[in-house]
């Protein structure tokens, strides 16, 4: 199981970045799938999940508005399209799945089997 995130780098305030998260190993569309960040000296935070198919979209208030979680299960592919972004959105960004029937709260970490290796997201003001 492999989950590869993609897609981070250095923007200005008030730009847009796309993060990209393919997966490999597991069977995609039977995956519920989830964004969370980590700043420096804080804890990792859950951003956004989306279901299995694509009907169901969380969003943490934080970021409500202005980013966007979707998935193309042809591609194994989950994306975060970040708008208007703030320099307190700097973060090491990853990708999560996961393979539990049962989802439960969406911004656990313990609701996700497998984890990306992240992406760095710099916001510059």
Do not use: H
Request: charge should be positive.
């Amino acid at each position: 199981v492999q989950l590869q995130a993609s897609g981070g780098g250095l923007v200005q305030a008030e730009g847009s970045l796309r993060l990209s998260c393919a997966a490999s190993g597991f069977t995609f569309r039977f995956m519920n799938m989830g964004w969370f960040r980590q700043a420096p000296g804080k804890e990792r935070e859950s951003v956004a999940a989306i279901n299995r198919n694509g009907g169901v979209r969380y969003y943490a208030d934080s970021v409500k508005g202005r980013f966007v979680i979707t998935r193309e299960d042809a591609k194994n592919t989950v994306y975060l399209q970040m708008n208007n972004l703030k320099p307190e959105d700097t973060a090491v960004y990853y990708c999560a799945a996961s393979r539990y029937n049962s989802w439960g709260d969406w911004r656990s970490e313990n609701r996700y089997t497998d984890w990306g290796q992240g992406t760095q997201v710099t916001v510059s003001s």
